[in-house]
């Protein structure tokens, strides 16, 4: 008994430590000479915190797989888009699993299937497989079941290639207003007793915990310091791409349906910046343009404008779009509010797209 409270001890201590490791590192970042973001970045550090244990300690056992939103308004990771609700579930590629649910009205789903992101830095692989819920054979009544792993079936199946080690779900919307909801749920296939805790597999979770928040914590510094060499400008390339790297980056378990075009916004006084997104020639299925942090979290959604989609955006003359992004009304239409903010991250995604154009990005008076 004394081994095993030592054990616990020496994996609680631990974590504490990553905590420090964390919060040490988000001191560190060049963006925290700005009291708001300063003050953002502690806000970051313990929502990061809450996430990993909720995703690694709490859901993180792929015999008792739940498919649980992941992302909302208080829980954002690596640039989150308030038009998706993020689904997220662990898996073993051994096993047999049923994905059922009502699709609901949104405008895509997207079923991203990636290796496992939890254990560290040495090799955390990318996309091993990408869906569109559409594709698979649903009924007119939006009812479908898929079943994920184990041999072929009949119906809708995934194959698990045997590095799979999760299923994340995009459910885009143009319009959470007037778009139902899907209503989705994972369940194991094969039979296996009822859970119980035990001290190696609960440390385990903690140091798993521990690894993806410094992952978590790295990779969005990282990112937001390459912003740095586009500073009112926006440069990107597709998902595909990114998982194709396969360098032992999140950003390799990016959805292969999407395309993404980032870069960093500067405002000088009496000015904005306008961004320009030229006509596209064939058809795509959503664009969204979303402000963010230093610390890649959304501004406050629920205040502020500081997201548009394709559809909430009036179109110009020539069927393309113009948004102004300043800290106060410019009067025009399509306003990003930046909430008083001088500087942050801009984040373009287009789903299943051909030929993006490249946002054209320029200050202008106000």
Known sequence: MRDNADHLEQAFSRWMKTQRQAFDIMRRAAATDREEDLVEGHRWITRISRLVLDWVVERGDPLRPVLFRCQDEHNKLMADNPDVTYHFCVLDPERTYR??????????????FGSDIFGGNDRLGGTTAQYDLDSFDLPADGDFEVTLGGPATAGNHVELPPDTAHLAIRETFHDRGTQQPASMAVDLLDP??????????FARSLDRAGNFMLTIV????????KTGLLVNQMAGASGESHAEKDQGEISGHSNAEMHYVGGR???????ALEIRIPPVKNPFTY?????????????DYRYRTVSMNDRQASRDPDGGWT?????????????????????????????KVTDPPLPECRLVDL
Do not use: I
């Not at 790295?218 to 310091?225: A, D, F, K, S, W």
């Open 287 to 299: 664009w969204g343009l979303t402000l963010l942090s230093p610390w890649l979290e959304s501004y």
């Open 99 to 112: 994905l059922h649910g009502r699709r609901g009205g949104a405008s895509y789903l997207g079923l991203t």
């Open 265 to 271: 916004f500067r405002l000088e006084p009496g000015k």
């Open 218 to 225: 790295n990779m969005c510094l990282q990112t937001y310091e």
């Open 323 to 351: 948004m102004v992004l300043a800290d106060t009304d410019p009067g025009r239409p399509n306003w990003l509010d930046a909430g008083g903010r001088s500087e942050g991250m801009m984040l373009l995604r287009w789903v």
């Open 192 to 201: 296996v007793d009822p859970p119980r805790l035990d001290t190696d597999s």
